[in-house]
């Protein structure tokens, strides 16, 4: 079935705003050819398709011309991509935020249209709701396995946290968590890692089921990998539950159907005066407790993100102003500070040493394949030290 982009007419009107753009669109798939024949009804310049591959019949180049492209102020990037291309986001949006100077989220030379929807017959084992990025069913578990699942021997790792770390939807190739499993399986260490996607949507509860739920489950180490809403060293937005709401403080799905049956005021359990640090703080304290309780060993991740950097880098992959920079590093200190170094890992200095900082970020705030292998080459590097007895033969 041939599928087209639905365009509003604000966009339109932005679209249109700006005739002198070049217009490249990231995608080779049936959104993408179909948002370039509107983009030629509008009159405007779209001359050609970014694939993986050459394909001048189609009208597709290589991202490697992203490279070759000179002033930056000409072209206007469009991302396009059907799911099934869903990493080739990862691959060249690092290349168009160079091109353009920096990665800023709303940069205006570049449109990203997200394909939200992956149907059942598509998704393979793993089915998966793109719009709260957790996973749905996962051959009837809540989550995703790398390594033998089955295997009580293993060292077995659960990873709760962002989209970095929950190798759910992707932004580039490779995602921390299998990273991690082949880092340690080539040190000879056998590890069974479970990743639970993320707990940041109002329907993906992934901290409480696993709390509930942790003692039916086989648990060495859990890795609270601290990003996005779990993270307030990035988010400043008030009246947020890390593990219940969005950025603009979304209600949870039983809260939004009592309000539509009530006419009294339905109280949502959000304390409006608490800040974030507070939150931070109290998971930490609950896996702390349940750490001991339940006898595994647990790691609060600090990882490097685009505000925590060291600053040159941060200014050179944000363009970052120094104020705001020099905020969240106190704010990262009052975090760590908060909570005690016990547990602590902070990452937040693994790129230090890295030339091209952009290297390392799929996007404005996705950590590339690279980036991730990194991270996880820091991590496993941790827990073999950690759990590793070499055998004496």
């Not at 902070?346 to 705030?365: Q, V």
Request: include cysteine; charge should be neutral; glycine fraction near 6%.
């Amino acid at each position: 079935m041939k599928r087209s982009v639905i365009l509003e007419y604000a966009l339109l009107e932005r679209l249109a705003e700006k005739p002198e753009y070049i217009n490249l669109i990231i995608g080779t798939g049936a959104l993408a050819r179909d948002m370039r024949s509107k983009l030629l009804l509008l009159g405007l310049n779209a001359p050609f398709l970014i694939g993986n591959v050459d394909d001048i019949a189609n009208n597709v180049r290589h991202y490697g011309e992203v490279t070759k492209l000179t002033n930056p102020k000409r072209y206007r990037f469009i991302v396009c991509c059907d799911i099934e291309e869903w990493t080739l986001i990862g691959t060249v949006l690092p290349i168009a935020y160079k091109f353009l100077g920096n990665a800023t989220f709303n940069h205006p030379q570049l449109i990203r249209f997200h394909a939200d929807t992956i149907l059942y017959e598509c998704a393979g084992e793993e089915v998966i709701d793109a719009v709260s990025c957790n996973v749905i069913l996962s051959k009837g578990r809540p989550f995703a396995t790398y390594g033998n699942v089955n295997n009580y021997d293993s060292f077995h790792i659960h990873i709760l946290g962002s989209c970095h770390a929950g190798g759910i939807l992707r932004f580039c190739a490779e995602s921390f968590p299998e990273l991690l499993h082949q880092e340690l399986c080539r040190a000879e260490f056998s590890a069974v890692i479970h990743t639970w996607g993320q707990p940041k949507n109002p329907s993906s509860d992934s901290l409480v089921r696993f709390i509930r739920d942790v003692c039916f489950y086989k648990t060495d180490l859990v890795i609270l990998y601290n990003n996005g809403m779990l993270d307030p060293l990035s988010i400043s937005t008030r009246n947020t539950i890390a593990t219940r709401a969005e950025a603009f403080s979304g209600k949870h799905p039983f809260i939004t159907l009592l309000d539509n049956d009530r006419n009294t005021t339905i109280s949502n359990g959000i304390n409006h005066d608490i800040d974030l640090i507070s939150i931070l703080v109290t998971q930490h304290r609950v896996f702390s407790a349940i750490s001991r309780k339940h006898g595994f060993t647990f790691w609060n991740f600090i990882p490097p993100t685009h505000s925590i950097l060291p600053e040159e880098q941060a200014r050179k992959l944000r363009g970052l102003s120094l104020g705001y920079l020099s905020r969240q590093r106190r704010r990262k200190e009052d975090a760590v500070s908060a909570m005690g170094k016990t547990n602590i890992k902070d990452y937040s200095d693994t790129f230090i040493n890295i030339d091209d900082i952009s290297d390392m970020f799929a996007d404005w705030g996705h950590l590339s394949s690279e980036g991730n292998r990194l991270v996880a080459k820091r991590c496993a590097t941790e827990i073999l030290h950690a759990f590793h007895k070499p055998s004496e033969n």
